[in-house]
């Protein structure tokens, strides 16, 4: 009976399969909701990249890795394609998930017999094109192309166990005549964004040795590292003066500061909290150099310090827009790092802007905010800058799809999930690839209006990558798709209309997790208090500015976007922030004699030491704390030179005999604490004046009291004996 039931359910699914439609082997193939993942998929080629007219076959190859617990039998690949892109909307979501790709599919290919648990097999599947083989793709557009692989794992039935998603530009359908030119060209221009995947300063003091958080930022800086990467490409590409000149460089300026201290040594923060030389000062060195030579005469254009939240350091700073205008005017340490000057008044921030922000920016000189387009919103298509609604800046979009063709997607849970190339070092760019062609192909819903690639700014990427990605521009631009124009040209275009900038809940500072807020805000303030209360001495001349520009520039690290999904790693930075300061404070001390003073009268001075080892003056206040039977005088703030140590008395009264102890602390004269306190041991053997009189009065008013209360008690016996 058990035989013949599963008999007729095999049969009924058939006839279900038959009557839909969907051939069995596709729906064997289908992923299985929540599924862990069995195999790890890694795409090591792709090509040709972009399909023309005389593309003859398509390639993939790379490996499997079984990730689980369980043998995998007959693991199998095929390519699958989807249906043709039409819309920029349609594209988006493509890019956000993988759209349906069964529009054409090709047979399976064997990859491996048996794949054990923690093996690694190659894979490669190669389809004919053209000629007699069968069409995948009928006309040019961009279709969304699927790496399916299938097995079967042990106590399992056969699925779909990895999967790769990408966009295929096709430019002419092979074994056809390649299509007409384009009417007309898109103008392009590039932002090549160079900052650090995340800020890794813990400490720069003034005089005193950097250090770093790790040395990640020696290996980027090296030759096949991230950071060299994007020079390198940038020279390889070089020599198309057009092409070249359509680039404008969007640096850091924090990543500047910190490969400069680089280079004269520094240290990194070791596991156990102690530090060891860094390794890269080098590296550094030649990075520095390269770049510098790079950018001579090209387009370089300011990022916000260390990439910071602009709107979350006015909240940091309760408003006071000083932070927010050292983060975004920079262009002296562009000058003397590397003998450029950035385009005057153009800024690119990471996110959207309060209104609040918009103007702080405005009264720092900057005049063009550059943003993504659906942050700058308009009622007609933004095809040129408009003037931000509300103030007098000029707002340019970002073509937001080519930055998300480029966002990594990978899941952090390590599910079964269609991975992209973004994913995979070595076809990182092909989306990119694939949505430029749509951008500017005959298909494009865009109408023309030119376009602005900015790839993320913590992009990571092989150098063959970003070198392919600039050449395609390049193809492009021969086949009459793009027009590469500097990117101060599109700038300075004539405004169009106006734009409101939208900041909403995606972009507010609550990203930047409260607490940090918190921790930022009390120490920005401590910092503005200790900072009021340095002067400058002659004989240093050491700006007090210089002294805490480290601090400042911790808050800013501590604010960067890089931590907006990181809240441990906010929280740590916004420590390091704090230490900075702790370290300036704990200079200026207070030491008391190590001996125990006998008070020789009632009003001896407390003698005291204060010191500062700051190169700066400071003005102090004393404090004394614990002082029950001792009445002091009050304290006049003193000012200490740099450098120095001033003996100090200490005028009080003791009230009493007797051993007693006194706390002694420092304080601006706003009542940020400095340096530790001091304990004052102290014995009294006179009464003070104050004491003195009150013991008399007292002893005056108990002796009236007694005899009153004895005159009473003769009179009521008098009284007594009368009656």
Same mark, same amino acid.
């Given at each position: 009976?058990?035989?013949?039931?599963?008999?007729? +359910?095999?049969?009924?699914?058939?006839?279900?399969?038959?009557?839909?439609?969907?051939?069995?082997?596709?729906?064997?193939?289908?992923?299985?909701?929540?599924?862990?993942?069995?195999?790890?998929?890694?795409?090591?080629?792709?090509?040709? @990249?972009?399909?023309?007219?005389?593309?003859?076959?398509?390639?993939?190859?790379?490996?499997?890795?079984?990730?689980?617990?369980?043998?995998?039998?007959?693991?199998?690949?095929?390519?699958?394609?989807?249906?043709?892109?039409?819309?920029?909307?349609?594209?988006?979501?493509?890019?956000?998930?993988?759209?349906?790709?069964?529009?054409?599919?090709?047979?399976?290919?064997?990859?491996?017999?048996?794949?054990?648990?923690?093996?690694?097999?190659?894979?490669?599947?190669?389809?004919?094109?053209?000629?007699?083989?069968?069409?995948?793709? $009928?006309?040019?557009?961009?279709?969304? #192309?699927?790496?399916?692989?299938?097995?079967?794992?042990?106590?399992?039935?056969?699925?779909?166990?990895?999967?790769?998603?990408?966009?295929?530009?096709?430019?002419?359908?092979?074994?056809?005549?390649?299509?007409?030119?384009?009417?007309?060209?898109?103008?392009?221009?590039?932002?090549?964004?160079?900052?650090?995947?995340?800020?890794?300063?813990?400490?720069?003091?003034?005089?005193?040795?950097?250090?770093?958080?790790?040395?990640?930022?020696?290996?980027?800086?090296?030759?096949?590292?991230?950071?060299?990467?994007?020079?390198?490409?940038?020279?390889?590409?070089?020599?198309?003066?057009?092409?070249?000149?359509?680039?404008?460089?969007?640096?850091?300026?924090? #990543?500047?500061?910190?490969?400069?201290?680089?280079?004269?040594?520094?240290?990194?923060?070791?596991?156990?909290?102690?530090?060891?030389?860094?390794?890269?000062?080098?590296?550094?060195?030649?990075?520095?150099?390269?770049?510098?030579?790079?950018?001579?005469?090209?387009?370089?254009?300011?990022?916000?310090?260390?990439?910071?939240?602009?709107?979350?350091?006015?909240?940091?700073?309760?408003?006071? $827009?000083?932070?927010?205008?050292?983060?975004?005017?920079?262009?002296? +340490?562009?000058?003397?790092?590397?003998?450029?000057?950035?385009?005057?008044?153009?800024?690119?921030?990471?996110?959207?802007?309060?209104?609040?922000?918009?103007?702080? &920016?405005?009264?720092?000189?900057?005049?063009?905010?550059?943003?993504?387009?659906?942050?700058?919103?308009? !009622?007609?298509?933004?095809?040129?800058?408009?003037?931000?609604?509300?103030?007098?800046?000029?707002?340019?979009?970002?073509?937001?799809?080519?930055?998300?063709?480029?966002?990594?997607?990978?899941?952090?849970?390590?599910?079964?999930?269609?991975?992209?190339?973004?994913?995979?070092?070595?076809?990182?760019?092909?989306?990119?690839?694939?949505?430029?062609?749509?951008?500017?192909?005959?298909?494009?819903?865009?109408?023309?209006?030119?376009?602005?690639?900015?790839?993320?700014? @913590?992009?990571?990427?092989?150098?063959?990558?970003?070198?392919?990605?600039?050449?395609?521009?390049?193809?492009?631009?021969? &086949?009459?798709?793009?027009?590469?124009?500097?990117?101060?040209?599109? #700038?300075?275009?004539?405004?169009?209309?106006?734009?409101?900038?939208?900041?909403?809940?995606?972009?507010?500072?609550?990203?930047?997790?409260?607490?940090?807020?918190?921790?930022?805000?009390?120490?920005?303030?401590?910092?503005?208090?200790?900072?009021?209360?340095? !002067?400058?001495?002659?004989?240093?001349?050491?700006?007090?500015?210089?002294?805490?520009?480290?601090?400042?520039?911790?808050?800013?690290?501590?604010?960067?976007?890089?931590?907006?999904?990181?809240?441990?790693?906010?929280?740590?930075?916004?420590?390091?922030?704090?230490?900075?300061?702790?370290?300036?404070?704990?200079?200026? !001390?207070?030491?008391?004699?190590?001996?125990?003073?006998?008070?020789?009268?009632?009003?001896?001075?407390?003698?005291?030491?204060?010191?500062?080892?700051?190169?700066?003056?400071?003005?102090?206040?004393?404090?004394?704390?614990?002082?029950?039977?001792?009445?002091?005088?009050?304290?006049?703030? @003193?000012?200490?030179?740099?450098?120095?140590?001033?003996?100090?008395?200490?005028?009080?009264?003791? +009230?009493?005999?007797?051993?007693?102890?006194?706390?002694?602390?420092?304080?601006?004269?706003?009542?940020?604490?400095?340096?530790?306190?001091?304990?004052?041991?102290?014995?009294?053997?006179?009464?003070?004046?104050?004491?003195?009189?009150?013991?008399?009065?007292?002893?005056?008013?108990?002796?009236?009291?007694?005899?009153?209360?004895?005159?009473?008690?003769?009179?009521?016996?008098?009284?007594?004996?009368?009656?």
């Amino acid at each position: 009976m058990k035989r013949l039931a599963s008999a007729t +359910l095999t049969a009924f699914l058939l006839v279900v399969q038959a009557f839909i439609g969907v051939p069995a082997n596709a729906a064997q193939a289908q992923p299985v909701p929540e599924a862990p993942s069995r195999l790890r998929l890694d795409i090591d080629e792709m090509n040709p @990249r972009l399909l023309v007219s005389t593309s003859s076959t398509l390639t993939v190859s790379g490996t499997v890795t079984n990730t689980g617990d369980r043998r995998i039998t007959g693991v199998r690949v095929r390519l699958q394609l989807g249906e043709r892109q039409t819309t920029s909307r349609q594209l988006g979501e493509a890019l956000a998930e993988a759209p349906p790709t069964d529009a054409s599919i090709t047979d399976y290919t064997d990859v491996a017999r048996v794949v054990e648990p923690g093996q690694t097999v190659p894979l490669q599947i190669t389809v004919p094109l053209g000629g007699d083989a069968k069409a995948l793709v $009928s006309k040019p557009g961009v279709y969304p #192309l699927l790496v399916n692989v299938n097995g079967t794992p042990d106590r399992g039935g056969q699925a779909r166990l990895a999967a790769f998603s990408m966009l295929l530009p096709v430019l002419g359908v092979p074994g056809q005549s390649a299509p007409p030119r384009p009417e007309r060209s898109t103008e392009l221009s590039v932002l090549w964004p160079i900052a650090d995947t995340r800020p890794r300063v813990v400490a720069a003091p003034f005089g005193g040795t950097l250090v770093l958080s790790d040395d990640q930022l020696a290996i980027d800086l090296a030759p096949g590292g991230r950071l060299d990467n994007l020079i390198t490409a940038a020279k390889n590409v070089q020599s198309d003066s057009r092409l070249f000149d359509s680039l404008c460089f969007a640096i850091d300026p924090d #990543l500047l500061e910190t490969v400069e201290k680089m280079t004269g040594g520094y240290s990194v923060r070791t596991t156990d909290g102690g530090q060891a030389p860094g390794r890269g000062n080098e590296t550094a060195t030649r990075w520095l150099g390269a770049l510098r030579q790079l950018l001579q005469g090209a387009c370089v254009l300011q990022l916000p310090y260390a990439d910071a939240d602009l709107p979350a350091l006015g909240q940091v700073t309760d408003g006071d $827009s000083s932070l927010t205008k050292t983060a975004v005017d920079n262009t002296s +340490l562009y000058e003397r790092l590397l003998g450029v000057k950035p385009l005057p008044g153009v800024l690119w921030p990471n996110g959207g802007l309060d209104s609040a922000t918009l103007g702080t &920016l405005a009264d720092a000189r900057v005049t063009t905010v550059i943003a993504e387009s659906d942050q700058l919103v308009s !009622t007609r298509p933004l095809t040129a800058p408009a003037t931000i609604e509300g103030t007098n800046l000029r707002g340019v979009a970002i073509d937001p799809l080519l930055t998300r063709s480029m966002a990594v997607t990978r899941p952090a849970d390590g599910t079964a999930a269609n991975l992209t190339p973004a994913d995979d070092p070595d076809v990182t760019a092909q989306n990119a690839l694939a949505v430029l062609a749509f951008q500017t192909g005959a298909q494009s819903d865009t109408s023309g209006a030119p376009l602005l690639l900015a790839p993320p700014r @913590r992009w990571t990427a092989p150098v063959d990558e970003l070198t392919l990605l600039l050449r395609t521009i390049g193809d492009y631009a021969g &086949l009459g798709m793009v027009s590469p124009k500097p990117v101060l040209e599109e #700038l300075a275009a004539p405004v169009k209309g106006t734009a409101k900038m939208d900041f909403t809940a995606k972009d507010a500072p609550a990203e930047l997790p409260q607490p940090v807020i918190n921790s930022l805000h009390e120490t920005e303030q401590d910092t503005a208090d200790f900072g009021g209360s340095l !002067t400058e001495d002659p004989t240093t001349q050491v700006e007090p500015e210089d002294l805490v520009k480290p601090v400042r520039a911790g808050l800013m690290r501590a604010s960067s976007t890089a931590w907006r999904a990181d809240t441990a790693g906010a929280l740590a930075a916004a420590g390091d922030a704090r230490s900075q300061l702790d370290g300036l404070r704990g200079q200026i !001390t207070v030491e008391t004699p190590r001996q125990q003073i006998s008070l020789a009268s009632d009003t001896s001075p407390l003698p005291v030491t204060l010191k500062n080892s700051l190169p700066v003056g400071v003005t102090v206040r004393v404090n004394l704390s614990n002082f029950t039977g001792l009445r002091p005088e009050q304290i006049p703030d @003193r000012p200490l030179p740099a450098r120095g140590s001033v003996p100090h008395l200490i005028q009080a009264e003791a +009230l009493r005999t007797g051993h007693f102890s006194v706390d002694v602390s420092l304080s601006t004269p706003g009542g940020t604490p400095l340096g530790a306190p001091a304990r004052m041991e102290l014995n009294s053997t006179q009464f003070g004046l104050i004491t003195l009189i009150v013991t008399i009065v007292a002893g005056a008013a108990l002796l009236l009291l007694s005899g009153r209360r004895i005159y009473r008690r003769i009179r009521g016996k008098d009284q007594a004996q009368a009656s």
